[in-house]
C-alpha cells in the first residue's frame, strides 16, 4: 500500500452516529490520493471506540482518558498523519463527491496557498457563513454582533466578519476558515506549529489562520468544494456550559495574542469588557436557549 498523502484527522466526544454517517461519506467518496484516517477519541464511553475497532479497523485511532476539548486532542490526530496534506474534519459532516479531487488539484496549482476550505452548506443546503470569515478585528466583530452585517450584507465596511459581501460561488482568498473542514500544506505547520493549546476550544482555527499569513501563506475559500457541516453537535451540545466559557475564553485569548498589540490600551480594555457583557448574557441565558449549541444559529 502506498505510503498516506492525505492524512485526515477528527476528534470525537459521544458523536458515534454522527462518526458513523461522515465515515461511511468518505468511504463512498473516497480521496483521489493515499490517505489515512486518524481519529482521537476524547473518551466518549458511548460506543464509538467499539464501532471503529468493528466496523472500522483501518482507521487510527488515539484514545484519551478524558476530554481534553478540541484543539489538543487535535494537535494529537496532527502530529500522528504522515501525509503531506493534513485535514482538520469534524465528525458532524458529510462529504460529498468531488471534495478532495477539488481541493488537492486547487492547492497543488497554488502553491502559495497553505490552506483551502471548501463551500461548508447547512443540512438544508445553504452556505454556512462561518467557514470564511475575517480575523475578528474589534469593528468586524462589532458589526456582527449589533446586527449591521446582516442590515448590510453586501457592504464591505460592515459584512467584513463574515464576508457577506463576497459571491458564495467565487473563489477568493479569506483572512480566516473554519475548522470543521481545513485542507492544510504540510510545510505550514513545519512553519509556524500545531493549533494553539492555550485555546481549548473554539479560534484555535482563527488564530492558526492568522499566524499563517503572518507567515505569507495565502488562504482560500473554493466553493467547487462542498461538504455538509450539522454543526452544534458532539462537545458543544453536550457540554453547553463548558463550552460557553470556553468560547469566550479563547476569544479573548485570541484577541489578547493577536490584535491588542495594533490598538490603543482604553480601547483593548472597553473590547475587553465588552467581551465580558457577551459572555454574561450568553451564560445566564443558556437555561432559555432552544438550540442548544455555542455559536451562530444554524437550520
Not at 485511532?61 to 503531506?84: D, F, K, W
Not at 492547492?107 to 470564511?132: F, W, Y
Not at 459584512?159 to 467565487?170: I, R, T, V
Request: charged fraction near 20%; include cysteine; proline fraction near 6%.
Amino acid at each position: 500500500m502506498a505510503d498516506p498523502e492525505l492524512s485526515i484527522c477528527f476528534v470525537t466526544y459521544k458523536v458515534k452516529d454522527l462518526l458513523r454517517d461522515c465515515l461511511n461519506s468518505l468511504q463512498a467518496n473516497p480521496p483521489c490520493l493515499p490517505y489515512e484516517v486518524i481519529i482521537t477519541d476524547n473518551n466518549s464511553q458511548d460506543g464509538t471506540l467499539e464501532m471503529l475497532a468493528q466496523d472500522y479497523p483501518a482507521v487510527r485511532v488515539i484514545a484519551n482518558s478524558e476530554n481534553r476539548g478540541y484543539t489538543a486532542p487535535m494537535n494529537q490526530a496532527l502530529r500522528a498523519g504522515t501525509g503531506r496534506y493534513l485535514m482538520q474534519l469534524n465528525p458532524d459532516t458529510l462529504i460529498l463527491p468531488g471534495l478532495f479531487q477539488a481541493l488537492v488539484e486547487f492547492m497543488e496549482s497554488h502553491p502559495q496557498a497553505g490552506i483551502c476550505t471548501p463551500k461548508v452548506l447547512n443540512r438544508d443546503g445553504t452556505l454556512q457563513m462561518q467557514c470564511r470569515r475575517s480575523a475578528a478585528r474589534p469593528w468586524d466583530a462589532l458589526t456582527y454582533l449589533t446586527g449591521l452585517s446582516r442590515l448590510f450584507p453586501n457592504d464591505p465596511r460592515f459584512g467584513g466578519y463574515l464576508m457577506s459581501y463576497k459571491g458564495e460561488d467565487e473563489t477568493h482568498l479569506v483572512e480566516a476558515v473554519s475548522g470543521s473542514c481545513m485542507l492544510i500544506r504540510r510545510e505550514v505547520v513545519e512553519q509556524i506549529g500545531y493549533l494553539d493549546e492555550a485555546m481549548f476550544a473554539y479560534q484555535e482555527d482563527t488564530d492558526f489562520c492568522f499566524r499563517a499569513r503572518q507567515a505569507d501563506w495565502e488562504i482560500y475559500f473554493l466553493p467547487t468544494a462542498r461538504i455538509i457541516h450539522f454543526g452544534g453537535e458532539g462537545g458543544s451540545k453536550v457540554d453547553l456550559p463548558r463550552s460557553v466559557i470556553e468560547w469566550h475564553r479563547s476569544y479573548y485569548l485570541y484577541y489578547r495574542k493577536n490584535l491588542a498589540r495594533d490598538y490603543f490600551f482604553l480601547l483593548n480594555w472597553l473590547f475587553y469588557l465588552l467581551i465580558g457583557v457577551k459572555f454574561a448574557v450568553a451564560y445566564l441565558s443558556i437555561p432559555f436557549r432552544q438550540k442548544k449549541y455555542v455559536g451562530s444559529p444554524k437550520p
